[in-house]
Nanobody
Framework: QVQLVESGGGLVQAGGSVRLSCAAS????????MGWFRQAPGKEREFVAT????????VYANSVKGRFTISRDSALNTVYLQMNSLKAEDTARYYC?????????????????WGQGTQVTVSS
C-alpha cells in the first residue's frame, strides 16, 4: 500500500494559480499511473487529470484542459497539479490517487490508494 499526502491547497482569488503536491511513501510510485480528482460539497467525486507511469502521457477533464497541468517527479516520489486561471467552480477538495497499473487512461476503479485531500477555495 502507498500512503499519499496532498498539500498546497488554500484560498486563492479567481484568475490566480496554485500548485498542489502529492507526496507518496511506502513504496515507489514510479511504475504506476497517478491521478488527481476533486469533490465539491454536495457533488460526486470527479476526475481532474491523470498521468501515466512514465510521465509522457496525460489526460485531463474538459473543464480543466488548458488550465491545469499534471506532472511527476519519480526521484521525489511526488506528483503535482499546477492549477492556473482558477475559477470559482474549481472550488473543491482535491485528492491524489495511485492506480494499480500504469496507464493514463486507467478507469476510476483502478485507483486503489487515496490521500486525505487538500481544500482549494477560489474566491470570485
Amino acid at each position: 500500500q502507498v500512503q499519499l499526502v496532498e498539500s498546497g491547497g488554500g484560498l486563492v482569488q479567481a484568475g490566480g494559480s496554485v500548485r498542489l503536491s502529492c507526496a507518496a511513501s511506502g513504496r515507489t510510485i514510479s511504475i504506476y499511473a497517478m491521478g488527481w480528482f476533486r469533490q465539491a460539497p454536495g457533488k460526486e467525486r470527479e476526475f481532474v487529470a491523470t498521468i501515466d507511469w512514465s510521465g509522457d502521457d496525460t489526460v485531463y477533464a474538459n473543464s480543466v484542459k488548458g488550465r491545469f497541468t499534471i506532472s511527476r517527479d519519480s526521484a521525489l516520489n511526488t506528483v503535482y497539479l499546477q492549477m492556473n486561471s482558477l475559477k470559482a467552480e474549481d472550488t473543491a477538495r482535491y485528492y491524489c490517487a495511485r492506480s494499480a497499473s500504469g496507464g493514463a487512461t486507467d478507469p476510476l476503479w483502478r485507483f486503489v490508494d487515496w490521500g486525505q485531500g487538500t481544500q482549494v477555495t477560489v474566491s470570485s
